[in-house]
Nanobody
Framework: QVKLVESGGRSVQGGASLRLSCVESGRTGSPFVMGWFRQAPGKGREFVAAINRSGNTREYAYPVKGRFTISRDKAKNTVYLEMNLLIPEDTAVYYC???????????????WGQGTQVTVSS
C-alpha cells in the first residue's frame, strides 16, 4: 500500500523559511502527481501546490505563488515544499497527497499523509 509521511513543520516567526518533506513508499509503476494542501481553522482544506510526474510542470495557489516552491526527487521518492517569507496566514496543518492527474481539487488525490503543523507568529 502507498504511504506518505510529511515532516519539517514547526513554529517560526514571520519572514522565516521552512522546508517540508514528504516521503512516499509502497508505490509501483510510474510516479504520482504530488500535491500539498493545508487546513487552517474555519477555512477548509486549501490547495497549495502540485507537481506533475516528470517534475516539469508546477501549479501554485495565488496566496503562495512567488513565496513557495514545490519540487521532487524521484530517485528518493520525496517531494518538497520550500516556504519563504512566511506570514501568520500560512499557519495550518500541511498535508502531502498523491494523484493520478494534476489537479487543484482535493477529491482527485488518492493518498494522503497525516499532516505536519506549521505555525507562524507575528
Amino acid at each position: 500500500q502507498v504511504k506518505l509521511v510529511e515532516s519539517g513543520g514547526r513554529s517560526v516567526q514571520g519572514g522565516a523559511s521552512l522546508r517540508l518533506s514528504c516521503v512516499e513508499s509502497g508505490r509501483t509503476g510510474s510516479p504520482f502527481v504530488m500535491g500539498w494542501f493545508r487546513q487552517a481553522p474555519g477555512k477548509g482544506r486549501e490547495f497549495v501546490a502540485a507537481i506533475n510526474r516528470s517534475g516539469n510542470t508546477r501549479e501554485y495557489a495565488y496566496p503562495v505563488k512567488g513565496r513557495f516552491t514545490i519540487s521532487r526527487d524521484k530517485a528518493k521518492n520525496t517531494v518538497y515544499l520550500e516556504m519563504n517569507l512566511l506570514i501568520p496566514e500560512d499557519t495550518a496543518v500541511y498535508y502531502c497527497a498523491a494523484s493520478a492527474f494534476i489537479s487543484r481539487d482535493s477529491a482527485e488525490f488518492l493518498y494522503w499523509g497525516q499532516g505536519t503543523q506549521v505555525t507562524v507568529s507575528s
